[in-house]
Nanobody
Framework: VQLQACGGGLVQAGGSLRLSCAAS????????MGWFRQAPGKERELLAA????????YYADSAQGRFTISRNSARNTVYLQMNSLKYEDTAVYYC???????????????WGQGTQVTVSS
């Protein structure tokens, strides 16, 4: 099983990026998926998660109102649209799949390799 994240890069503050994470090796159409991030010197934090149906989502306070998680189950892919990016959004972003998800907590079984997002001030 592989989760391949892409879409990171260097962007100016106020700009936007769209991260994608394509899964291969098995289907996650009946599994929750999500995004985490880890900034230098900080713990990995849950940013956003989405149920298998896409009907329910969760956002951390830091993501609420600026980031949008979505999925395309037919493509086994989860996305994270990030708008109004801030310097403090600089981090490595990881996608995740399957596992246990409830409001505010997510313990995935599978992790992507991470994609770097750097926001210049």
């Amino acid at each position: 099983v592989q989760l391949q994240a892409c879409g990171g890069g260097l962007v100016q503050a106020g700009g936007s990026l769209r991260l994608s994470c394509a899964a291969s090796g098995r289907t996650f159409s009946r599994s929750p998926m999500g995004w985490f991030r880890q900034a230098p010197g900080k713990e990995r934090e849950l940013l956003a998660a989405i149920t298998w149906s896409g009907r329910a989502t969760y956002y951390a306070d830091s993501a609420q109102g600026r980031f949008t998680i979505s999925r395309n189950s037919a493509r086994n892919t989860v996305y994270l649209q990030m708008n109004s990016l801030k310097y403090e959004d600089t981090a490595v972003y990881y996608c995740a799949a399957d596992g246990q998800f409830s409001t505010g907590t997510y313990y995935p079984d599978y992790w992507g390799q991470g994609t770097q997002v750097t926001v210049s001030s």
